[in-house]
T-cell receptor, first 114, second 117 residues
Framework: KAGVTQTPRYLIKTRGQQVTLSCSPI?????VSWYQQTPGQGLQFLFE???????NKGNFPGRFSGRQFSNSRSEMNVSTLELGDSALYLC?????????????FGEGSRLTVL | AQTVTQSQPEMSVQEAETVTLSCTYD???????LFWYKQPPSRQMILVIR??????QNATENRFSVNFQKAAKSFSLKISDSQLGDTAMYFC??????????????FGGGTRLMVKP
């Protein structure tokens, strides 16, 4: 069974640009959540999608957005990039209801903003 | 809101020895999960062990065990017979358990563990 797949793994952007990151969850998992990991702020929750609906959102500005498709794949978008957006963005999937609560993480997308 | 605190930014242990990583949390919830996740240098986060708050028995997974003290809001991880492959960042995490809570994990700041040969 394939794990959580994130693309691209690495990318470099300049300030003011926008970026889209993709996440394919484990087959059969309906819930996808996103986390930002930085040395200064640690791991912070961005948002979560379940059955194409955003269920929870963390404390991030509106420049951060996401969506989920009918096949459970998810994308997140960051517009008007700032230097502080440089981070490892982690996607995690979960089966949904009635499971053990475990999240399965992808390897992440490393974003560098110059 | 929940908070998770890991007071040991870095720790080291000799191979084959035992080490304990500390974690405390603050919440007003009664039904929740606690997790320890491991993030090796390759970066993929993997689950080490989980504990359901309503279970009094401490969880164990092979060489990994927890000491869950609900009243004290403490959740420490003990690694026995440490191996070189245990070298990683370890994160303690909290998740509310409800159908509406979703998948929001609140993480501690992490403990960098180095296992020395």
């Amino acid at each position: 069974k394939a794990g959580v797949t994130q693309t691209p793994r690495y990318l470099i952007k300049t300030r003011g640009q926008q970026v889209t990151l993709s996440c394919s969850p484990i087959s059969g998992h309906r819930s996808v959540s996103w986390y930002q990991q930085t040395p200064g702020q640690g791991l912070q929750f961005l948002f979560e999608y379940f059955s194409e609906t955003q269920r929870n959102k963390g404390n991030f500005p509106g420049r951060f957005s996401g969506r989920q498709f009918s096949n459970s794949r998810s994308e997140m978008n960051v517009s008007t990039l700032e230097l502080g957006d440089s981070a490892l963005y982690l996607c995690a999937s979960r089966q949904g209801t009635g499971d053990t609560g475990e999240l399965f993480f992808g390897e992440g997308s490393r974003l560098t903003v110059l | 809101a929940q908070t998770v605190t890991q007071s040991q930014p870095e720790m080291s242990v000799q191979e084959a020895e035992t080490v304990t990583l500390s974690c405390t949390y603050d919440t007003s919830e009664n039904n929740y999960y606690l997790f320890w996740y491991k993030q090796p240098p390759s970066r993929q986060m993997i689950l080490v062990i989980r504990q359901e708050a309503y279970k009094q028995q401490n969880a164990t997974e092979n060489r990994f065990s927890v000491n869950f003290q609900k009243a004290a809001k403490s959740f420490s991880l003990k690694i026995s017979d440490s191996q070189l492959g245990d070298t990683a960042m370890y994160f303690c995490a909290f998740m509310k358990r409800s159908s509406k809570a979703g998948n929001m994990l609140t993480f501690g700041g992490g403990t960098r563990l180095m296992v020395k040969p």
